[in-house]
């Protein structure tokens, strides 16, 4: 066996935290986050082990990942959706109608045919079909603000695949991780799950349903003109970090159409901008420590702010698919 095949073996088997140490993978590469879709809570690639770099800081880094790993509460990795979703994904798909241009003929297509790869043809005159998908704009309802750091990873590749296409709600990640990370990361989660996973880029126009992801370092804020919600790069701020800034934005305009929610991370970031999400009645929870690498993000905001609740990561995708615009959170 490689150690993907043993890592899925331990974790079908002994529910164990496991860190995965590769001579093969980087961090930040697709394969690295397939060690964390499939049951890891840490990646460490050999590269970063090089001796230059110092016995001392070697071992001070080792035995933080070990220590942080030792409090995580393992979980059986769950494939199957519909414990999620009740069924959502499993939902049989539609049989489509395209009319020919050619004698405009309306041409019945089964779901098994569109996956086919051979043209599809007019049953009348037997023209090649051109079956064009148009995506239709979707409005942002309400939006859910998301804090991650070191271990964050984790929490949504838990959590974001297992949310059905139509999920209402929009999530907006801001991530304490380099902008190459971002990059890498927001595609390959895209690739895993049914909503559409995007960089979030200045001058973006937020769309309903979708899932933005940002860097610290990026420093975004949103503004609204009209029913537009616009990504734009703001100024720092002392004594404010990246997703203050995010939640203290967003919240203004969505007030209680926006909630926040606060992963695994190791920065002292959000107690801020979680007081103003309250303030204009948005909802707030932090993930609970158990299902954390690293705790100091959460301990940090419940400390400086009261927030509405302690949730895992079941709860997470019950509150991304249940809260909306003009109810708020439903229980």
């Keep these: 066996m490689d150690g993907m095949d043993t890592l899925k073996k331990v974790m079908e088997e002994e529910f164990v935290p496991v860190i995965m ?60 959706q519909s414990d999620y979703n009740s069924g959502i994904a499993n939902e049989p798909r539609q049989k489509r109608v395209i009319s020919c241009e050619e004698c405009g003929t309306r041409n019945v297509i089964e779901p098994d045919t569109e996956n086919d790869s051979s043209e599809l043809i007019c049953n009348q005159c037997g023209d090649r079909l051109e079956a064009i998908v148009i995506s239709k704009y979707r409005r942002v309802s309400s939006i859910g603000v998301i804090g991650a750091g070191r271990g964050g990873s984790v929490n949504l590749l838990t959590i974001v695949p297992r949310l059905p296409k139509e999920a209402s709600t929009t999530l907006i990640v801001v991530m304490h991780e380099a902008t190459d990370y971002i990059e890498s990361f927001s595609r390959y989660l895209n690739s895993v799950s049914n909503i559409k996973v995007m960089r979030l880029q200045e001058g973006m126009n937020i769309e ?86 690293c705790k100091e993000l959460g301990e940090n905001i419940l400390k400086k702010s009261a927030i509405d609740r302690i949730v895992d990561e079941h709860n997470c995708i019950q509150l991304l698919n249940t809260y909306h615009d003009s109810n708020g959170l439903q229980q």
Excluded: W
């Design 208 to 293: 309903g349903g979708n899932c933005y992801i940002a860097s610290y370092q990026d420093n975004f804020s949103m503004v609204s003109h009209s029913t537009n919600f616009t990504i734009r790069k703001s100024e720092p701020v002392t004594g404010y970090g990246a997703l203050d800034l995010m939640f203290d934005s967003i919240s203004s305009i969505m007030k209680n159409r926006m909630f926040a929610l606060v992963l695994s991370g190791n920065q002292l970031d959000g107690d801020k901008g979680i007081q103003q999400v309250r303030k204009n009645q948005g909802y707030s929870a932090v993930l609970n420590a158990a299902s954390c690498l």
């Design 21 to 80: 140490v590769s001579s093969l993978s980087r961090e930040g590469s697709a394969r690295s986050f397939d060690t964390l879709k499939n049951g890891a809570v840490d990646f460490l690639g050999k590269d970063s082990l090089h001796p230059k770099r110092g016995v001392e800081l070697l071992k001070k880094e080792l035995l933080y990942r070990i220590i942080c790993a030792s409090k995580v509460k393992a979980k059986k990795q769950v494939d199957d």
